[in-house]
């Protein structure tokens, strides 16, 4: 391997987008080459299941950067093709079509893959789909035709959110949830209360508690579903969001620790020193225990620290988890990871439409889930920045002021 051999990154998301923007930022004048099995540079993944499906945005509105910046940051890219294994003793990465790249430090962004539904229940008919990538998006988006029917499968964030773009393009839509209720592992009753009527109020049919048996087809295309209940349901597109995967084989082949993702420390370095990854693929030390998280922000952050790391100027990842949903014309944000939490208290907003349900765990904040109440998720982030927490009594008190805990 010569001595110039490039930094590589594998994977074309929003950490890969980060990692070539932080890392010039932190000084390194290294070459460095980006391998995307995507035909177009890093987009922006959240407006594919609202304003790009709802509102018809060209493909170059939602690019984080164009084409031309990596130009000018002398970032190479090489689209549409896909890594295939890594040979970590001579220090190379092998692409699908045979060619062979040397690397000084290899840097995996793979990102995460939606779960699909077995063959053997339906899963593979025309009609059945996923919400994760821009050639899901234009997948999808000729089947959005008004009075046709969708089955969303799956009532967390994915779901809701295809449903109410689904809903608000004129299509009769039903969501099916096998959990007793929608957000059944990430938020509490009243967050779920609140969108089940949002969801409910624009015409979408929730099903809760009961599990989907099979799709029904006619020829290779799916016509409906039957329930574990007996009962069916009429479908002409059914939308499968029931989780994700992280894209751990190339990593696994290679043998690097896997924990559920790529096991890596706080400054993004595998088990193999001269590899590092980021974001929806891999996990990392939080507060005592390893997790893996699914959002941008934690994508571009990880990948902030990763570049640094490259760039021999080290900063540890301290995850101040936040996240972001839009349905309708609602907005939910969310400070922290409420894991663990024994006590969720709901306090008004300052509009009939708004609230905001503060997770504990004992005495100590976890986490904020704010519904239309930008001030409630401001607050609850500065706090959590800090390290701090908020009496009980005063989360309760509808007189009391955001302003006065921040104090």
Known sequence: MEATAPVVLVGGGHA?????NSVRRAGYEGHVVLVSEEPVPPYHRPPLSKK?????????????????????QRIEL????????????????????GEALNYSQLVLLTGARPRRLAADIGGDLQGVLVMRSLADADAM????????????VGGGYIGLEAAAVASGKGLQVTLLEAAPRILQRVAAAATADYFRSLHRAHGVEIREGVALRRLLAEGDR????????GHTIDADLVLVGIGVDANVELAEQAGLDIDNGIAVDEFCRSSDPAILAAGDCCSFPFRGRRIRLESVQNANDQATVAA???AGKTMAYAALPWFWSDQYDTKLQIAGLNQGFDDAIVRAGKTER??????YQGDALLAVDAINDAAAFVTAKKLLERGASVAKTSVRDPAAMFKDWLA
């Open 308 to 310: 640094h790391t490259v």
């Open 78 to 97: 090489r689209l549409g093709q896909r890594a295939e294994a890594i040979d970590r003793q001579a220090r190379c990465l092998r692409l699908a079509g």
């Open 16 to 20: 890969a987008a980060a990692f070539a």
């Open 52 to 72: 790009y499906l709802a509102d018809g945005l060209p493909v170059e509105q939602i690019l984080i950067r164009a084409a031309a910046w990596y130009d000018e």
């Open 141 to 152: 988006a000729p089947h959005l035709v008004a009075g046709r029917r969708l089955l969303v």
């Open 354 to 359: 708004s609230l905001s349900v503060w997770y």
């Open 222 to 229: 799916v016509r409906g579903a039957e329930l574990q209940d």
